[in-house]
C-alpha cells in the first residue's frame, strides 16, 4: 500500500522557519519524483517545489525561490521542504505527491499518489 505521510506544518510568524517532511512508502523511492503542492482557501492548488528522487534535480516555484529547499534522504525515504523567511501569503494546506520519473515534468500537477496535507498558518 501506497503511503504518504506529511508532518511539520503549524503556526510561526512572519520570518520563521518550519520544516515539512513527508515520509514515503510502498513504491520503490529511486523511481519517482516527490512534490510539494499548497493550496489556500479559494485558491487553486499550485506545485511549490518538487525533486527527482534519482538525480535530484529540483524546480521550485519562483515566488518561493532564495526562501524554500527541498531535499531528500533516499535511505530513509523521506523528502523535506524547509521553508525560511515564511511570509503570511505561505498560509496554506501544504500536501506532497509522489510521481513516477518515467512521466513526470516538473511543473505537472496530476502525480499519482498523495499525502492528507499539514497546515501551514504564517501569522503577520
Known amino acids: 500500500e501506497v503511503q504518504l505521510v506529511e508532518s511539520g506544518g503549524g503556526l510561526v510568524q512572519a520570518g520563521g522557519s518550519l520544516r515539512l517532511s513527508c515520509a514515503a512508502s510502498?513504491?520503490?523511492?529511486?523511481?519517482?519524483?516527490i512534490g510539494w503542492f499548497r493550496q489556500a482557501p479559494g485558491k487553486e492548488r499550485e506545485v511549490v517545489s518538487c525533486?527527482?528522487?534519482?538525480?535530484?534535480?529540483?524546480y521550485y516555484l519562483d515566488s518561493v525561490k532564495g526562501r524554500f529547499t527541498i531535499s531528500s534522504d533516499n535511505a530513509k525515504n523521506t523528502v523535506y521542504l524547509q521553508m525560511d523567511s515564511l511570509k503570511p501569503e505561505d498560509t496554506a494546506v501544504y500536501f506532497c505527491?509522489?510521481?513516477?520519473?518515467?512521466?513526470?515534468?516538473?511543473?505537472?500537477?496530476?502525480?499519482?499518489?498523495w499525502g492528507q496535507g499539514t497546515q501551514v498558518t504564517v501569522s503577520s
Open positions: 510502498g513504491f520503490t523511492f529511486d523511481d519517482y519524483a
Open positions: 525533486i527527482s528522487n534519482s538525480d535530484g534535480s529540483a
Open positions: 505527491a509522489a510521481q513516477i520519473l518515467t512521466n513526470w515534468i516538473p511543473t505537472m500537477h496530476t502525480y499519482d499518489y
